[in-house]
């Protein structure tokens, strides 16, 4: 069983900035592919950004250019910076660890983006 506790969320104007965390249990978290997903209201899960064991990362086309994902091994943690927030992006976002065929989600984080 792995758990996963994020942090980080809050309220923001358009245009700021916000750092996600999410910090997972267990020794081989290296060897998990981490990923980003959020939900607004109304609408379905979507992922928001990926990366593997091997640091290379993936974005959603509306994310591109403007959030960023990382990891730090030693801290068993992943990281999302969110810059140039839109209203679009208000949502919760969740964190997700996959290992082999098993798959673990976080209880989420609410970001939102308003003025």
């Known amino acids: 069983q792995v758990e996963l506790m994020e942090s980080g969320g809050g309220l923001v104007q358009p245009g700021g900035s916000l750092r996600l965390s999410c910090t997972a249990s267990?020794?081989?978290?290296?060897?998990?592919?981490m990923s980003w997903y959020r939900q607004a209201p109304g609408k379905e899960r979507e992922l928001v950004a990926s990366?593997?064991?091997?640091?290379?990362?993936n974005y959603a086309d509306s994310v591109k250019g403007r959030f960023t994902i990382s990891r730090d091994n030693a801290k068993n943690t992943v990281y999302l910076q969110l810059n140039s927030l839109k209203p679009e992006d208000t949502a919760v976002y969740y964190c997700?660890?996959?290992?082999?065929?098993?798959?673990?989600w976080g209880q989420g984080t609410q970001v939102t983006a308003s003025s």
């Open positions: 990366i593997d064991s091997g640091g290379r990362t």
């Open positions: 267990g020794s081989i978290f290296r060897r998990y592919f």
């Open positions: 997700n660890a996959q290992i082999l065929s098993l798959t673990y």
